[in-house]
Nanobody, 118 residues
Framework: QVQLIESGGGLVQAGVSLRLSCAAS????????MGWCRRPPGKEHELVVI????????YYADSVKGRFTISRDNAKNTVYLQMNNLKPDDTAVYYC???????????WGQGTQVTVSS
């Protein structure tokens, strides 16, 4: 099985940046779709971004397009989420996820809290 561990969250003010990391252990995730989801307080989880394989195509939620960037380093079993120009609406617990195919999440990280104050 794959264990996903997120890091990099924190409390920041609007307009600044954070970079989240998701490190995988157990096996390589080079054959997985990787992505980030988030759960805002009082809301259901929502997809933030997916990065595909073997070609690293990306699919972003409209709310983060132009501000967030996902990247993956298969050699390091790590995926990153660069979050720029953070907004209060970005406040959420962010979860890294891995899927063998689209539509089915096989592994979830424990989540990392991102809080953006106005």
């Amino acid at each position: 099985q794959v264990q996903l561990i997120e890091s990099g969250g924190g409390l920041v003010q609007a307009g600044v940046s954070l970079r989240l990391s998701c490190a995988a252990s157990g096996r390589t995730f080079s054959s997985y779709y990787m992505g980030w989801c988030r759960r805002p307080p009082g809301k259901e989880h929502e997809l933030v971004v997916i990065i595909s394989h073997p070609v690293s195509n990306t699919y972003y939620a409209d709310s983060v397009k132009g501000r967030f960037t996902i990247s993956r380093d298969n050699a390091k079993n790590t995926v990153y989420l660069q979050m720029n120009n953070l907004k209060p609406d970005d406040t959420a617990v962010y979860y890294c996820a891995a899927a063998r195919q689209l539509g089915k999440v096989d592994y979830w990280g424990q989540g990392t809290q991102v809080t953006v104050s106005s």
